[in-house]
């Protein structure tokens, strides 16, 4: 959600008017504005959504108290730091240049986490596989702090090479379970679990009494000897160690892997950097190449930078939501990432249409983004999957001798509408029909049959008999109109 920002140059009306600087009451108008739009966002986001709001200093206090009042602040997930240009200007009369927008980030609900991103090649970079292990991995703690709450995981383990017990430092305990550390030193040698005098050992580790440390088995070698250590040296010299490890050529401290396929994906942080995720120019730049060299809109955000919201906040069959679209850059970071990924996100952009920035910029750019084909005929690129609609929609009123006729208009729509839920065209693809009055299912089995592979019929159509061989003996896939595309219709 990218509001008009309250800059005081006439960027937002409200009750009829223009706010501009010299209002006496610029804060409370710009909130008052922006109230009813965040509380219908919030009804219409399901339980596991999220919302992005960008802002900038004017107003970014002021936003995050209404929307910790909207949403709930145990909702808030974050405020992102976005680095909006690449050479903050050196003129500014007054005050700090200005180098970051925010982002205010909540979810439906207090356990929203945001998705993870891929790693680079630097990160995974730093992993490597030394021993000649198959999965790369780089070297991680043993121990982890908590030992004064985990007095079960501190205990002894004997080196392999040196026979020396080893002990976590003060505060810290071992990091896996002992089942999991008894299994992995059972790689080096001939262990066992062993009860051992060891209680002011490791109270001093887990800084507690003797009395109070409780009973905790060693691992520990069934017998030291020559032979034990030449063992353990070898399975050193032979690569491939256990998940734990020791330093120093086998004879030193205790390392954990940490192997890549484990891992997973880099966690956003809340500062995003122009480098990752884009800056102004760069969003005029695209705005120029889609349309000819012009950039018809002042200030949009980079594709990056929203691509970058879409990865952490929605999922690849996610159901995307931007009613301030202004120049459209939503629509084209949702084409983008479903066909970088295989996802099927489904996409809605509402704007209000002033000064023609829908039909104008909107529509065009994401047309151009899904097409390849500029306004002019010109070409852009190779065109992208995607199903595009536009709608125009207004405040009807309503009496009842208007009602049915209006209502049977409105299904004459279904059609789109079914386009729109399942991302398809059934004027471009002849494999796919759509019936929904039993006329259409006599017309549509009078001719249109033979190249048909998936049929969506209208919940209520009943076929006869001899439809339903047809169907059958082709090998028909018959998707069912659910009924709610009417209730919505006729509401």
């Given at each position: 959600?990218?509001?008009?920002y ?17 209002d ?45 009042e ?35 980030v ?5 356990d ?24 790369s991995?780089?070297?991680g ?6 030992a ?13 090479v ?68 030449r ?37 956003p942080?809340?500062?995003w ?45 996610a ?8 120049s ?13 990924d ?15 920035i ?25 065109g992208l ?7 125009r929609?207004?405040?009807?009123p ?51 049959i ?14 006869t ?27």
């Open positions: 959600m990218d509001p008009p309250n800059t005081g140059n006439r960027d937002f009306i409200y009750d009829d008017a223009y706010v501009d600087k010299n006496t009451f610029p804060h409370s108008k710009w909130l008052s504005f922006m109230e009813p739009r965040l509380e219908v966002a919030h009804a219409l986001l399901k339980r596991s959504g999220v919302i992005f709001v960008s802002n900038d200093d004017r107003e970014n206090a002021e936003l995050k108290l209404l929307m910790d909207v949403f709930g602040s145990s909702c808030f997930a974050g405020n992102i730091s976005w680095q909006k240009t690449y050479s903050p200007r050196n003129d500014k009369k007054g005050g700090f240049p200005t180098e970051i927008e925010h982002i205010l909540y979810g439906k609900e207090p929203w986490l945001p998705g993870r991103l891929e790693r680079s090649e630097e990160m995974n970079g730093r992993y490597g596989s030394p021993d000649g292990d198959d999965i991995w780089k070297a703690d043993s121990t982890a702090p908590g004064s709450s985990h007095h079960g995981m501190v205990y002894a383990i004997q080196q392999p040196t026979g020396k017990l080893l002990y976590p430092s003060n505060g810290r305990h071992w990091t896996l379970g002992q089942d999991e550390m008894y299994s992995n030193m059972c790689g080096w040698g001939d262990y066992e679990l062993r009860t051992l005098d060891d209680a002011e050992r490791r109270a001093k580790v887990c800084n507690c009494a003797p009395d109070e440390i409780g009973d905790a088995k060693g691992i520990m070698l069934r017998d030291v000897s020559d032979e034990s250590k063992f353990a040296a070898e399975r050193y010299d032979a690569g491939n160690w256990p998940d734990l490890y020791f330093t120093n050529k086998g004879k030193g401290g205790m390392g954990h892997k940490i192997h890549l396929d484990s891992v997973g994906g880099k966690l942080t809340n500062l950097l122009w480098k990752d995720v884009g800056h102004t120019d760069e969003a005029k730049k695209e705005l120029k190449a889609l349309f000819g060299g012009q950039a018809p809109f002042d200030t949009p955000k980079p594709t990056r930078l929203i691509r970058r919201v879409l990865e952490i906040g929605a999922g690849r069959d159901l995307v939501l931007d009613f301030f679209a202004g459209g850059t939503t629509g084209q970071a949702v084409t983008e990432l479903n066909a970088a295989g996802g099927t996100r489904r996409c809605i952009l509402c704007t209000d249409d002033e000064n023609g829908c039909s104008e910029i909107t529509y065009p750019r994401w047309r151009t983004v899904i097409t390849g084909k500029r306004g002019d005929g010109s070409g852009y690129s190779e999957p995607g199903s595009l609609r536009y709608y929609v207004g405040f009807v309503l009496d009842e001798d208007d009602y049915y006729g209006l209502a049977e208009g409105l299904l004459r729509h279904t059609r789109e509408l079914v386009e729109l839920e399942n991302g398809v065209d059934f004027d471009a693809d002849p494999a796919l029909a759509i019936v929904l009055s039993d006329e259409e299912a006599d017309a549509f089995f009078s001719g249109g033979a190249s048909c592979e998936v049929l969506y019929l209208g919940h209520d159509v009943l076929l008999a001899e439809q339903q061989a047809a169907l059958d003996a082709r090998d028909v896939e018959v998707r069912t109109v659910p009924a709610y595309f009417y209730r919505e219709l006729g509401e």
